[in-house]
C-alpha cells in the first residue's frame, strides 16, 4: 500500500482498536494466478507477543484450498468520508476522501481439529453477541452442530507484517485542520471520522503549538 510519510500509522494502540472496531474484513490472496477476495469478520488476537487473526469459510468457498504457504492480505477499512474543499478556509483546494485502512500480512494456518474450529465458532459468537439480553450461544443439538462444523474451514493467519494508513488531513495548515473538524463535526453521519480525524491531528497540533 502506498502510504506517505505524513500519513503513516505510528499508533500501534490505535491500529488494534480500530482492527477490533471494524473486524469486517477482506481477505485476499492469489488463486490461479489472479486475485481472490472473501469478505468476512476476523478476530485479532494476541498470541506471545504476537497478533493473530481468527476466522472461518465455508467449505464450499475455493479460496481456503488457494491458501498454501503464500502470504494472504487482510484489509480493515475504518472510518472514512468525503472531504469537500468548502471543508478548508485556504484557497486551491480541491475534493479528496479522507480514510483509516489496514492491511496485515501473514500465512494461514487451517484448523483441521473438529473441537478447535468449535471453539473458534464459540469465540466468535461470544464476541459478536456482545452482552445484550436474550444473547445467543452455542447451545446445538450434537449432531446438528457437527454437521454445521464440518461445513466450514476455520482458520487462523500469523501476522508477519502490518502497513497502516491514516489520511486525515494531516498534510494542511492548522487553521485547515481546525475548519476541517468543525466541517465533520456538523456532519450527524461523520461522527466517528470526526472522533478519528481529532485523535490522530491532536499530537501534530500539540507540536505546532
Given at each position: 500500500?502506498y502510504?506517505?510519510?505524513?500519513?503513516?500509522?505510528?499508533d500501534?494502540?490505535?491500529?488494534?482498536?480500530?482492527?477490533?472496531?471494524n473486524?469486517?474484513?477482506?481477505?485476499?490472496?492469489?488463486?490461479?494466478?489472479?486475485?481472490?477476495?472473501?469478505?468476512?469478520?476476523?478476530?485479532?488476537?494476541r498470541?506471545?507477543?504476537?497478533?493473530?487473526?481468527?476466522?472461518?469459510?465455508?467449505?464450499?468457498?475455493?479460496h481456503?484450498?488457494?491458501?498454501?504457504?503464500?502470504?494472504?492480505?487482510?484489509?480493515?477499512?475504518?472510518?472514512?468520508?468525503?472531504v469537500?474543499?468548502?471543508?478548508?478556509v485556504?484557497?486551491?483546494?480541491?475534493?479528496?476522501?479522507?480514510?483509516?485502512?489496514?492491511?496485515?500480512?501473514?500465512?494461514?494456518?487451517?484448523?483441521?481439529?473438529a473441537?478447535?474450529?468449535?471453539?473458534?465458532?464459540?469465540k466468535?459468537?461470544e464476541?459478536?453477541?456482545?452482552?445484550?439480553?436474550?444473547?445467543?450461544?452455542?447451545?446445538?443439538?450434537?449432531?446438528?452442530?457437527?454437521?454445521l462444523v464440518a461445513?466450514?474451514?476455520a482458520?487462523?493467519?500469523?501476522?508477519?507484517r502490518?502497513?497502516?494508513?491514516?489520511?486525515?488531513?494531516?498534510?494542511?495548515?492548522?487553521?485547515?485542520?481546525?475548519?476541517l473538524?468543525?466541517?465533520?463535526?456538523?456532519?450527524?453521519?461523520?461522527?466517528?471520522?470526526?472522533?478519528?480525524?481529532?485523535?490522530?491531528?491532536?499530537?501534530?497540533?500539540?507540536r505546532?503549538g
Amino acid at each position: 500500500m502506498y502510504v506517505p510519510t505524513h500519513f503513516q500509522a505510528d499508533d500501534d494502540a490505535l491500529v488494534d482498536e480500530l482492527i477490533d472496531a471494524n473486524s469486517f474484513a477482506t481477505l485476499v490472496s492469489q488463486r490461479g494466478g489472479e486475485p481472490f477476495a472473501t469478505h468476512l469478520p476476523l478476530l485479532r488476537e494476541r498470541r506471545d507477543g504476537r497478533t493473530v487473526l481468527v476466522g472461518h469459510l465455508a467449505r464450499a468457498n475455493p479460496h481456503w484450498r488457494a491458501f498454501g504457504d503464500a502470504t494472504v492480505m487482510a484489509i480493515f477499512q475504518g472510518p472514512h468520508g468525503y472531504v469537500s474543499p468548502r471543508y478548508y478556509v485556504s484557497p486551491n483546494l480541491v475534493p479528496t476522501w479522507n480514510y483509516a485502512a489496514i492491511h496485515c500480512y501473514g500465512r494461514v494456518r487451517i484448523v483441521d481439529d473438529a473441537a478447535q474450529a468449535r471453539a473458534i465458532l464459540a469465540k466468535m459468537v461470544e464476541r459478536y453477541e456482545g452482552d445484550r439480553a436474550g444473547r445467543w450461544t452455542m447451545s446445538l443439538d450434537p449432531d446438528f452442530e457437527a454437521k454445521l462444523v464440518a461445513a466450514i474451514v476455520a482458520f487462523e493467519i500469523d501476522v508477519e507484517r502490518v502497513e497502516a494508513k491514516f489520511k486525515l488531513s494531516q498534510n494542511r495548515a492548522p487553521a485547515d485542520r481546525r475548519s476541517l473538524l468543525a466541517a465533520l463535526d456538523a456532519d450527524a453521519g461523520a461522527a466517528e471520522l470526526a472522533a478519528l480525524t481529532r485523535r490522530v491531528l491532536a499530537p501534530t497540533d500539540e507540536r505546532n503549538g
